[in-house]
């Protein structure tokens, strides 16, 4: 019989369970040790299956979880968790075509609500990285005590959508962009051609609506609360416009450009291989500069 893993003595790390009316939602509570309340913050993971450590099937780089003990080091909680039909998370999924952008969104606030409660803890920041970031913008309105942007999109969904299929051939953007307006307009398409059906199949139709009908900077600019809003310069998903987009919606915002960090908070100096190759390493340190960032963000917060 293997032995338990020995646990770091600075933190202990335990299961927490979101109950929604569709099924549980998995988290991790990081917990650093201490003799009072300490911050704690909710980190929302980014786009399409990645979960809590920020890993997916295709990768495995560990970021969040990363990101999560570094914090601990520093004192400070926090609550990483698989999104709902994402890894242990998979159960409280709703059929494809049911799914919305809010549901997410509602998820967020339900684990905010859950957080508030715990007499462990003297503030709530909300750290929401990629997709994640308008999730969280979002369930930080009115709820937290200061929100973290990291690699967040400044744009809508739908802007961001052409502009990565602007690179493919005309016969691809003739087909699609008829279909991103179509849905903008809050309007399904049944005939989608074979070549686009991964990315337009009429069961997620729905589900992009919700997406595409949310502003960042919109979304952002309602936030009263402090703003930190963390962009790597060696991003090759999310530039740093997004990042000035965002901070010049809310003109309280701080922004940090971290030199050389790339989208899974890694320092990069080579090209475009080197960059994705750190995608799938869970050995390499993440970039202190944006831990040390968030730990001065945080402690600058009134209790």
Excluded: C
């Amino acid at each position: 019989m293997k032995a338990a893993p020995l646990q770091d003595s600075s933190y202990q790390e335990s299961p927490l369970t979101l109950h929604t009316s569709t099924g549980d939602i998995f988290g991790t509570l990081t917990l650093p040790k201490s003799n009072g309340a300490v911050p704690v913050a909710l980190i929302i993971a980014g786009s399409g299956p990645t979960d809590r450590n920020g890993n997916n099937p295709m990768m495995k780089n560990e970021s969040l979880h990363k990101l999560a003990i570094a914090l601990a080091d520093s004192g400070i909680a926090s609550l990483r968790y698989d999104k709902r039909a994402i890894a242990e998370s998979k159960a409280a999924a709703k059929s494809e075509a049911d799914l919305r952008f809010d549901d997410y969104v509602n998820d967020a606030k339900g684990w905010v609500g859950l957080l508030r409660k715990d007499k462990r803890f003297s503030k709530l920041i909300v750290i929401g990285h990629s997709e994640g970031s308008l999730i969280g913008m979002m369930a930080a309105n009115n709820n937290a005590d200061g929100y973290v942007s990291i690699a967040g999109a400044g744009r809508p969904a739908d802007k961001i959508l052409k502009e990565q299929l602007d690179k493919q051939p005309q016969a691809v953007k003739d087909l699609s962009f008829p279909i991103i307006d179509s849905l903008v307009a809050g309007k399904t398409v049944s005939n989608v051609n074979p070549m686009l059906f991964s990315l337009f199949r009429p069961s997620v139709q729905p589900y992009i609506i919700s997406w595409f009908k949310y502003d960042p900077s919109v979304e952002i600019k309602k936030l009263t609360i402090p703003v930190l809003i963390i962009q790597g310069t060696n991003d090759i998903q999310v530039s740093l416009e997004d990042a000035r987009s965002l901070e010049k919606a809310n003109g309280r915002a701080q922004l940090v450009e971290i030199q050389n960090m790339n989208h899974i908070f890694r320092i990069v100096y080579g090209d475009r291989n080197a960059n994705i190759a750190t995608y799938n390493d869970a050995l390499l340190p993440i970039a202190e500069a944006l831990t040390n960032s968030i730990v001065s963000f945080i402690r600058k917060l009134k209790p």
